[in-house]
T-cell receptor, first 114, second 112 residues
């Protein structure tokens, strides 16, 4: 069974520290990969999309990398702020034709304390 | 563009009752997706439409679940004879071809 694993499950850091969130896959068949943010009781907001031909994407304080050979993706959040507190989910497309059909990890719950 | 909307936001029902949820995608988005998310887990894909055609259904979607998108705009997800195991957040998302996928706020279902 293909699985998406996110480590750690939860993380608490003081404001200003950098965050490193990990996502791994049981097989290396990776197509597009996205990182999402989910606030409590809310829907998902897309943060970064890494297409299968890319190695990383950056947006502001966020940087996501993709290593297809090892089946891993990492999301870096620089200089964390209390507003970054949320659950972060990684998701990969299942096949080349399955745009929008994602396989999600369980997420990493992040708390940034002032 | 007001984003993806879902109605109702919360639904409490008794076991055995039928429930129906509605999703309004972003205008002109041709693809619409339904996901289910239980507490502490990531969303699980249920089904998706391209225009009015339902192109794929997950094995998670038992015979008690049915989804429609009759005119290629809004979609409904119906659960018949609800069970306690159906309690979850039901998320809808939409996209225009292979552009960004936008999620709605979800409908939280509680079956008592």
């Amino acid at each position: 069974k293909q699985e998406v694993t996110q480590i750690p499950a939860a993380l608490s850091v003081p404001e200003g520290e950098n965050l490193v969130l990990n996502c791994s896959f049981t097989d290396s068949a990776i197509y597009n990969l996205q990182w999402f943010r989910q606030d409590p009781g809310k829907g998902l907001t897309s943060l970064l999309l890494i297409q299968s031909s890319q190695r990383e994407q950056t947006s502001g304080r966020l940087n996501a990398s993709l290593d297809k050979s090892s089946g891993r993706s990492t999301l870096y959040i620089a200089a964390s702020q209390p507003g970054d507190s949320a659950t972060y989910l990684c998701a990969r497309e299942v096949t080349t034709d399955s745009w929008g059909k994602f396989q999600f990890g369980a997420g990493t719950q992040v708390v940034v304390t002032p | 563009d007001t984003g993806v909307s879902q109605d109702p936001r919360h639904k409490i029902t008794k076991r055995g009752q039928n429930v129906t949820f509605r999703c309004d995608p972003i205008s002109e988005h041709n693809r619409l997706y339904w996901y289910r998310q239980t507490l502490g887990q990531g969303p699980e894909f249920l089904t998706y439409f391209q225009n009015e055609a339902q192109l794929e259904k997950s094995r998670l979607l038992s015979d008690r679940f049915s989804a429609e998108r009759p005119k290629g705009s809004f979609s409904t997800l119906e659960i018949q004879r609800t069970e306690q195991g159906d309690s979850a957040m039901y998320l809808c998302a939409s996209s225009l071809g292979k552009t960004g996928v936008y999620f709605g706020p979800g409908t939280r279902l509680t079956v008592t």
